[in-house]
């Protein structure tokens, strides 16, 4: 690591030092386990690298397996902490929540096997199906948050700050991962690919520079965003959390059965008369 | 999945779309089923624009239009008429605004319901995709110079008879809720 990466990654660790605190100070996980869990998985996780980094050394086979182990592991996290923005204030919403939760479980399982279906192919190498499946579930987390604040626009639910923040640093986190991993998995799986193999081992000290460089580049940028992400977090529970809305009384089944059928058919004749203002 | 020509558009245009969702919008009934009370009625979007065709009615008529041709100078009449769409293109946006309400009155019940129907929501949809584009085409189609006065009436006089069934729907909507809090609150 340069110095630059080395002041990004205390700094980093110090925001998620920060953060933990303040999710056990705000009582976060009474109303936002998974998203806790996240945090504290990414905390952990940083301080389990650190060791083993400084144990194995940071080339070792050990720190190889645990820095792609905690990337699966922190992007499942990711995962269920998403599933939580999706059922949290919108369960109340028994009726709409039974077409929102099908369309987002249909995405996620799409996704999924999209994903399991997309490592299956690379090349055997760990790595390879690490960066493969945390890029896919992180294209995944982009494309089920927008769905979600898709429905919740268009049906007039507001999420609550807190949760705005969360899906905000989800997504810078996810967007620079779908990016960044692509670019270097297009990298490791064609143009280094070859040069990887065991025959080309007499030119790797030549290429070993660039494989640095690459990996420094990556590795900044990456270190930003994510801290850029845990400081939004942070920011959003700078102040005590509201307490949580009320749930809303909702309307008699047969509101809805009697009205929408009506809504729609005025609708469609609204937009038979807008056909007729176009005719010559 | 790995080509980063199409995977960085894709990756760039949905952050901005979830950003842009993210960001608190400038109408401030963009969350009206989480704030909606059945028993308040000012909340609720109701139409309003159509009340006034008459008005707009005397201003594009024929009759005028003849009028103004024949006897005012050509260039206060181009003016006029220039004005004059302006109006209709006015009160097609106003249209657009009731059927707008309408169609968000739809999206509280439904949100406020404890069953939705897939299809129904689902047709909504379609349908208020559909007004989009018709509306599109006939703003574009006014700036053009031609003013549909009498489909415009007939488009008029739908919002109006869809308005009178919205209040009445309304009307309904907050007894029932209104019995439902009294059951509710005798029950527990």
Request: aromatic share 24%; net charge negative.
């Given at each position: 690591m340069n110095l630059l990466e080395h002041v990004l990654y205390w700094l980093t660790f110090s925001f998620l030092i920060v953060l933990s605190g303040l999710i056990l100070v705000r009582k976060v996980q009474r109303i936002l386990p998974f998203f806790a869990l996240y945090a504290w998985l990414l905390l952990t996780g940083t301080i389990v690298l650190y060791l083993v980094y400084g144990h194995?050394?940071?080339?070792?086979s050990p720190s190889y397996y645990s820095y792609w182990g905690s990337i699966l592991a922190n992007a499942s996290a990711r995962s269920l902490a998403i599933v939580e923005l999706c059922r949290y204030g919108l369960r109340a919403y028994q009726g709409i929540w039974s077409l929102i939760w099908r369309v987002l479980t249909a995405l996620s399982i799409y996704f999924l096997a999209h994903a399991i279906v997309d490592a299956w192919g690379q090349p055997d190498r760990f790595a390879i199906y690490g960066m493969t499946l945390d890029r896919d579930l992180a294209f995944a987390s982009i494309v089920i948050l927008t769905v979600l604040l898709l429905f919740r626009n268009y049906y007039g639910i507001a999420l609550e700050p807190m949760q705005k923040a969360i899906s905000l640093g989800i997504c810078i986190v996810c967007a620079v991962d779908v990016i960044g991993n692509t670019i270097l998995r297009n990298l490791f799986t064609g143009y280094l690919f070859s040069w990887l193999s065991s025959s080309q081992k007499a030119l790797w000290p030549t290429l070993e520079p660039q494989v640095h460089l690459v990996r420094d580049v990556w590795s900044t940028v990456h270190l930003f965003s994510f801290m850029f992400s845990i400081g939004i977090w942070c920011f959003a529970l700078r102040k005590p959390l509201p307490a949580p809305t009320e749930s809303p009384v909702l309307l008699p089944a047969g509101v809805y059965r009697d009205l929408s059928p009506a809504i729609n058919i005025r609708l469609a004749t609204f937009n038979d008369r807008m056909v007729e203002l176009l005719k010559p | 999945m790995n080509n980063l020509v199409i995977i960085v558009p894709i990756v760039i245009a949905l952050s901005g779309g979830l950003l842009w969702l993210l960001l608190p919008q400038r109408n401030t009934s963009a969350s009206p089923a989480s704030s909606?009370?059945?028993?308040?009625?000012?909340?609720l979007p109701s139409p309003r624009h159509y009340k006034h065709f008459r008005q707009i009615r005397q201003a594009l008529c024929a009759a005028d239009t003849e009028y103004l041709m024949k006897f005012a100078p050509p260039q206060v009449a181009k003016q006029a008429l220039r004005e004059r769409r302006a109006v209709a293109r006015g009160f097609l946006k106003g249209l657009h605004e009731d059927f707008s309400s309408l169609t968000k009155l739809g999206r509280i019940i439904a949100a406020l319901s404890p069953e939705v129907n897939r299809r129904q929501e689902t047709e909504r949809l379609l349908l208020t995709g559909k007004f989009q584009i018709l509306y599109g085409l006939i703003l574009l189609r006014l700036s053009m110079g031609n003013t549909p006065i009498e489909q415009l009436e007939h488009l008029t006089g739908l919002v109006g008879s869809m308005a009178a069934r919205m209040d009445e729907a309304m009307a309904k909507i907050a007894v029932l809720s209104a019995s439902q809090q009294i059951t509710g609150s005798l029950g527990s």
């Open positions: 194995f050394g940071f080339n070792s | 909606f009370h059945p028993e308040i009625n000012e909340t």
